[in-house]
């Protein structure tokens, strides 16, 4: 919802809770974009299978609430609540498992437009 106070734009959101995670699979939601840039909030729940990614720009995430493994260049991460990673341009990466209700922001930074979300 976009506002303006001032002649400032301002926009407000509210994050999605965990709780809102669907049961598998993974939920993105946008919730901000520029160019070069666009924010999202993704909720993960069980997952049937390895989420795959190779992305042409940077990515920051942070795990907001809940775990997950990760397979970054053949090496696994594990995250937890409020750890967070950054990956480069290229850096082949999938998300090997999560514990349900999982919810993380994520940062993408670079040519994004058009790019399907995870």
Known sequence: MSQYVDNVSVTRGKLQPPSAAPLSGEHVEVLASGAGWRIEQIL?????????????????????????????????????????????????????STEPGTSWLAVHLGPTDGEPAH
């Open 44 to 96: 993960t729940g069980r997952l049937l299978a390895p989420v795959e990614d190779l992305l042409d720009h940077e990515e920051w995430v942070v795990v907001l609430a809940g775990a997950a493994t990760l397979d970054i260049a053949g090496a696994i991460e594990s995250l937890e609540t409020g750890e967070w990673l950054r990956l480069g341009p290229g850096v082949p990466h999938r998300v090997v």
